[in-house]
Nanobody, 116 residues
Framework: QVQLVESGGGLVQAGGSLRLSCVASGTLVSINILAWYREAPGKQRELVASMTNGDRKYAESVKGRFTISGDKADKVIYLQMDSLKPEDTADYYC???????????WGQGTQVTVSS
């Protein structure tokens, strides 16, 4: 079993920055997707950024502003969020899984609020 714990959320003014962390415990055998999702009030959960076998991808809305980093070996991933906008306000979740769909784990979420 894998447990994921996020931290780093909070309240920030528009234009500010936050860095989210996600620490994993447990066995990460066959895990090859490390990702961040977010869920805003009244909206569906969406993919923000991911690393699949090291290949990074970003949602169009965060390209150039957010950076995903970290790796499975260190059992930690980060999401550096710069130039934050009010529309980035959401609960942010880290996700560890694999491309075969046989293992998938979620963190408990951390809240990010961006004021205008």
């Amino acid at each position: 079993q894998v447990q994921l714990v996020e931290s780093g959320g909070g309240l920030v003014q528009a234009g500010g920055s936050l860095r989210l962390s996600c620490v994993a415990s447990g066995t990460l055998v066959s895990i090859n997707i490390l990702a961040w999702y977010r869920e805003a009030p009244g909206k569906q959960r969406e993919l923000v950024a991911s690393m699949t076998n090291g290949d990074r991808k970003y949602a169009e809305s965060v390209k150039g502003r957010f950076t995903i980093s970290g790796d499975k070996a260190d059992k930690v991933i980060y999401l550096q969020m710069d130039s934050l906008k009010p529309e980035d306000t959401a609960d942010y979740y880290c996700y560890f899984g694999n491309t075969w769909g046989t293992r998938h784990f979620w963190g408990q979420g951390t809240q990010v609020t961006v004021s205008s």
